[in-house]
């Protein structure tokens, strides 16, 4: 299976009749995108600013954040789909794709985070995530490039320079 084979729902979308909805934000071939889980009540929830930065600064070079909603890190997303998309657009002005809320880890996990968990971050660290604001790069081709640390900032150097290597790889 490949990452854009993966099925997502948006955070509030129309059913399709049998409760899903009808599209999926699963990382789309052509995209480089940004997976970060998200939590809004958490002390790294102020991310959701260089989030948007990125998500204004690169959505013309075909770039997208894809904020994952995740309750699993001590209930630091406890809101209804609503209540989490009215926080981050009334907050942050998030205007990046926001997912369904999901599990990221444990018997639960979503098949997304199955295909990611297995990328090393700089140090060498895969599996589980390990807290809210992990964040994966996914080139155009549906390659997994980059994970990065909860604690690493979205406009970071690295971040910055795995979003820009992805876009003109690319491009050319």
Not at 14 to 34: I, N, W, Y
Not at 73 to 98: D, K, M, R, W
Not at 128 to 155: C, H
Request: net charge negative; with cysteine.
């Amino acid at each position: 299976m490949s990452i854009s084979d993966v099925r997502i729902a948006p955070l509030t979308a129309p059913a399709d009749g049998t409760g899903h909805a009808d599209t999926s934000l699963a990382p789309r071939p052509g995209v480089t995108t940004l997976v970060v889980n998200v939590a809004s009540r958490c002390g790294l929830t102020p991310q959701y600013e260089g989030l948007e930065r990125l998500q204004k600064r690169f959505a013309d070079q075909g770039f997208t954040v894809l904020g994952v909603p995740c309750n699993q890190f001590a209930g630091q997303e406890p809101g209804s789909s609503e209540q989490i998309a009215e926080f981050c657009s009334t907050t942050y002005g998030v205007s990046f794709p926001l997912t369904e809320k999901v599990e990221v880890n444990g018997a639960g996990r979503h098949p997304l985070y199955t295909e990611l968990v297995d990328v090393p971050d700089a140090e060498g660290y895969t599996g589980d995530i390990r807290w809210n604001f992990e964040k994966f790069l996914i080139a155009p081709s549906g390659q997994v490039v980059a994970r990065f640390a909860p604690q690493t900032q979205p406009e970071s150097d690295e971040v910055v320079s795995a979003i820009e290597a992805a876009l003109s790889a690319s491009s050319g």
